[in-house]
């Protein structure tokens, strides 16, 4: 990768001073939802027995149970179990009939994709726990390349030094508290 080349200083500086604001007004419009999410993570975990409570008698029990915790755990096993539960999670239907021959192979692709690359249990495992805590999730989709040396061995059993190209599609789960629209 080749560094940014800046035509002057007053370019560079009129960028870091736009994603500066820009930054900061995106963090300051997201406060009152992360307080929400503090308040969720509050109650979804249980605070720990302090002291001996004298209400409404003395050596009442002092415990909390954590019923969104329980509740969570419940909504998050019948989620992965919805989603995971059939071997294909794509299910593809042809908009109109010139699409009904590519429908199963393009399903059968997916699923196979699935299996090989994408690995989508591990993903929604992230996002869907996320999604019960806190009311949603983000999926992030792109495409990883990498070119790289590595040292193999050729038919002679001699070290040689090749390429390693490496192209696949990814999905990944993005935590909320790093998202920023």
Excluded: C
Aim: hydrophobic residues 45%.
């Amino acid at each position: 990768m080749q560094p940014v080349k800046w035509a002057s200083a007053a370019k560079e500086l009129e960028l870091k001073s736009y994603l500066f604001t820009e930054l900061t007004r995106a963090l300051q419009a997201r406060m009152p939802l992360e307080r929400q999410w503090r308040s969720f993570l509050e109650k979804y975990r249980a605070p720990a027995a302090s002291g001996v409570k004298d209400w409404p008698f003395l050596g009442a029990s002092n415990k909390t149970l954590p019923i969104m915790a329980t509740d969570g755990d419940q909504f998050y096993a019948k989620f992965m179990q919805s989603l995971h539960a059939s071997e294909d999670l794509w299910s593809i239907q042809a908009m109109n009939e010139r699409w009904i021959d590519t429908a199963k192979p393009l399903q059968d692709f997916l699923s196979a994709l699935d299996r090989s690359t994408l690995k989508m249990y591990r993903v929604n495992k992230r996002a869907v726990m996320e999604m019960v805590k806190l009311g949603t999730a983000v999926l992030e989709t792109g495409w990883t390349f990498e070119d790289r040396p590595i040292n193999t061995y050729d038919e002679d059993g001699k070290i040689v030094a090749v390429n390693r190209v490496e192209s696949r599609p990814f999905v990944d789960h993005v935590r909320l508290i790093d998202f920023l629209i």
